[in-house]
């Protein structure tokens, strides 16, 4: 049966559902019902999210394990105390990867409704993180990142209604929850920089991305053999050549920097929602530091996994400031379909295939 369900087949399946809600939302507009039906979308999106992650490498072989009192890995205090609360409150092994991604699905949602406060934007946002989410993410557990992430969307909701208490706090609680989150306590030096420093700096990083290799080598060579600083590249480095999802990264990653240079270019036409102007600011810094990390992969892949997230609805919100109505659906249409390609790259299933044709 979950062959069935997460197969290309299934995944078609559940596309379609989506825009069925997209529909039925879109027609309804505002009002109880469609947030009624809404809230059905996001716990679907959830639950199947949730199951897919319960079945991935980490959840089998890390999470799982830890839940049920493996105390060989040690994982941040926050996602601890997470898993001592549902452990308390009776929820199984089993269905703790799935609960766990299913809040995240909430809190990214609610997050997201905040900083849109429209029914049909956020359902279409839903249905665009939904087809590009890849299972490669799942598959690699990036369960603690995901609800990790979940709070610094919440915290730019905050941010963006000026509610800078409720905002640090979610931050501190991202940051106890995955560690990678401490990179957004520089947002406020970040948001400081003018735009041309900010694509020098974005443009650089993703020049040291491409390079990255051939640098570190040379500077590896440079390091004294045995240190602990060149222990830890090599280590890097292997970690990379022997994961497979590692092979196709460039792919990922190129395609994702087309789409963050695109507002570069126009940023002064585009970005006129502050709260969408925002979002993208973090998007900008999450993907400095995927392109400072590419040599790595696995730390990149989880940053850049944030930046699409965050590109989708800062696309999704600015095209209405940009285009009247008669060109808004259509440039909406075409925001969806990339995404939903972003989403047809990502997936393993069909990267293999796509690979052994290349």
């Not at 699409?308 to 999704?316: A, G, H």
Request: with cysteine; aromatic share 18%; hydrophobic share 55%.
């Amino acid at each position: 049966m979950l062959q069935v369900i997460f197969s290309p087949i299934g995944f078609a399946a559940f596309s379609v559902l989506q825009i069925f809600f997209v529909s039925i939302i879109s027609f309804l507009k505002r009002s109880k019902f469609s947030f009624f039906l809404l809230a059905i979308n996001i716990t679907l999106i959830g639950l199947y999210l949730g199951i897919a992650n319960r079945w991935g490498y980490d959840s089998i072989h890390y999470y799982i394990p830890f839940y049920e009192g493996d105390t060989s890995r040690k994982f941040e205090p926050g996602f601890t105390l997470l898993v001592y609360i549902l452990r308390t409150i009776g929820i199984p092994s089993e269905l703790f990867p799935v609960i766990t991604i299913l809040i995240t699905t909430w809190l990214s949602f609610i997050a997201i409704l905040k900083l849109t406060n429209e029914y049909v934007q956020t359902t279409i946002i839903a249905f665009c993180l939904t087809s590009m989410i890849s299972f490669m993410y799942l598959y690699m557990g990036g369960m603690r990142q995901a609800i990790s992430f979940s709070f610094i969307l919440l915290s730019i909701a905050y941010q963006s209604r000026n509610a800078s208490i409720k905002s640090f706090i979610t931050i501190i609680i991202a940051i106890s929850l995955h560690f990678s989150a401490l990179i957004f306590l520089v947002m406020p030096i970040w948001r400081r920089l003018d735009f041309h420093k900010k694509y020098i700096i974005i443009l650089l990083s993703l020049i040291f991305a491409l390079a990255s290799e051939y640098i570190v080598g040379f500077v590896l060579k440079a390091l004294p053999p045995g240190s602990v600083f060149a222990n830890k590249i090599i280590r890097a480095f292997e970690y990379s050549d022997r994961n497979n999802e590692h092979a196709i990264y460039i792919y990922k990653f190129l395609y994702s920097s087309i789409f963050v240079f695109i507002p570069l270019f126009l940023l002064d036409k585009t970005i006129k929602n502050k709260s969408a102007s925002l979002i993208l600011e973090y998007a900008l810094l999450a993907y400095v530091f995927s392109a400072i990390l590419f040599f790595t992969k696995e730390s990149s892949i989880r940053y850049l996994f944030v930046v699409n997230v965050f590109l989708i609805p800062f696309y999704i919100m600015s095209i209405e400031h940009v285009f009247v109505k008669t060109q808004r659906r259509v440039i909406l249409l075409l925001i969806v379909i990339i995404f939903m390609l972003y989403g047809v790259i990502s997936h393993n299933w069909l990267s293999e295939l796509v690979t052994r044709f290349i």
